[in-house]
């Protein structure tokens, strides 16, 4: 069910009855995903991943939102099926395993007249900047590091331990790299707060709550048939507790602090041995470290690569609109 509003806004009928966001519709209308912050409305990127940008909106209405842009979907089932997990996934999180996560809603648009195209806005109450860890990694040294780990490690222990105990046939996954937490300091002590749900990682009886293979649309569509044995292995390992501690010490690669990840390991391997001791997880080597960080870091230079020659077929050869965000270049 949808509703116009006042400037051509197509909206979710539940969300849009104040009119609070028609301004994404405008937002999305101006969009240049090449420059998105010389669009129409005024916004201030945050952040980015590999097919999304994460923003706010530079007005006082919209102040202390961050919003971050799906643009994956063909029809209401499929955005409703992603919202429908999106908040489940937060409720599980928080309520049932006790995560900490900033407060969150979210909205969808059409994105042209013939109502083929539509992007999903998660919309999330916006954190301090300077609390985002990754943001702290420039400067930040071992013993500064260590109790921030130990933080995430906690957190990450209630996930895995809630997989073990619950009864309700539900796996729970989760993308724990560094650029997902926040690090908050207050009078009553320090905690972390997990950032990514827009990706809902759970299963219901072995069955993914979200549709996979949205997030190849991204992909060259001559390319798609062959990557969905790679979209299901990426899922994959967010469900293996190892494999989340690799991705999150591999990152550090990425944030160009390898001189850290020495240490890292150290005190991981110290986590798996005295708190998962149960679990039977294997200890984990630099070695391991480097090889996966490597085959990670050619599937997404590839996968860059591909989606860079794509833009280019369709903005200049076929003269269409590039539907997604592709950064320009990303240290790795």
């Known amino acids: 069910m949808s509703m116009k509003g006042k400037m051509g806004v197509y909206l979710s009928k539940i969300q849009n009855e104040s009119g609070e966001f028609e301004i994404l519709q405008l937002f999305e209308r101006s969009l240049d995903t090449v420059h998105p912050e010389k669009g129409e409305i005024p916004i201030k990127l945050l952040g980015f991943g590999e097919i999304s940008i994460v923003f706010e909106i530079l007005t006082e209405e919209l102040n202390g939102l961050a919003f971050k842009r799906l643009p994956l979907f063909e029809s209401e089932t499929q955005v409703l099926r992603h919202i429908k997990a999106y908040q489940d996934y937060y409720s ?78 539900i796996e729970i996954g989760l993308d724990g790299q560094i650029s997902n937490w926040a690090y908050i300091e207050s009078n009553e002590g320090a905690h972390v707060e997990y950032l990514d749900t827009s990706t809902p990682l759970f299963r219901r009886s072995g069955e993914e709550a979200m549709e996979v293979a949205l997030f190849l649309k991204s992909a060259p569509s001559f390319l798609r048939w062959m990557l969905k044995s790679l979209a299901t292995e990426v899922v994959d390992r967010y469900y293996c ?59 997404w230079k590839l996968y860059l690569g591909l989606r860079r020659f794509d833009r280019f077929l369709k903005t200049k050869i076929l003269r269409q609109k590039y539907d997604f965000y592709l950064p320009e270049k990303i240290k790795r």
């Not at 049932?96 to 919309?123: D, F, R």
């Not at 005190?267 to 085959?295: G, R």
């Open 92 to 169: 599980l999180l928080t309520e049932k395993v006790g995560l900490i996560i900033p407060e969150q809603k979210s909205v969808w648009v059409y994105m042209n007249e013939e109502h083929t195209k539509i992007a999903l806005y998660c919309i999330q109450k916006k954190v301090p900047p300077e609390s985002v860890i990754s943001s702290k990694l420039a400067t930040i040294t071992p013993e500064e590091l260590r109790p921030i780990v130990d933080l995430i490690l906690a957190e990450l222990k209630k996930v895995w331990y809630y997989n073990r105990e619950n009864q309700d046939q």
């Open 241 to 299: 507790l190892r494999d989340v501690l690799i991705d999150l010490i591999a990152n550090f690669y990425k944030e160009q602090r390898p001189d850290l990840i020495p240490a890292l390991i150290a005190q991981i391997n110290e986590f798996i041995s005295q708190d998962l001791s149960e679990m039977a997880i294997k200890p984990i080597s630099e070695e391991k470290v480097a090889k996966y960080y490597k085959h990670d870091k050619f599937i």
